[in-house]
């Protein structure tokens, strides 16, 4: 039996760049079709995604664009040290591609 794919019922997307922000900013944030959107985007564009249904119910709390509060600090920091793996392990691969 085929496996079908979870619903997305909520997605949000975070940036962060530290010359604008000194913390990282809820960039988009939407339900139901809007939140399989992004997901649909962040997958076109190579975006990284990192289910966290906890993160996703904190971040609806907020408007696109506000930083990200103290008490979400450790919830998005694992969502950062999740992408920037994703991204070292992407240019190891590149690397080894090169060679």
């Known amino acids: 039996m085929e496996e079908k794919e979870k619903k997305i019922t909520r997605a949000a997307a975070i940036s962060y760049d530290p010359s604008e922000h000194d913390t990282p900013v809820l960039a988009a944030f939407g339900e139901g079709y809007i939140a399989q959107k992004i997901v649909e985007v962040a997958r076109e ?16 709390k907020l408007s696109v664009g506000d930083e990200i509060s103290p008490e979400m600090y450790d919830a998005v920091a694992k969502v950062l040290v999740f992408v920037s793996e994703v991204d070292r392990r992407y240019g190891e691969k590149i690397k080894r591609g090169m060679k």
Request: hydrophobic fraction near 40%; avoid cysteine.
């Open 45 to 60: 564009s190579g975006v990284p995604i990192m289910p966290d249904p906890n993160l996703s119910s904190m971040l609806s």
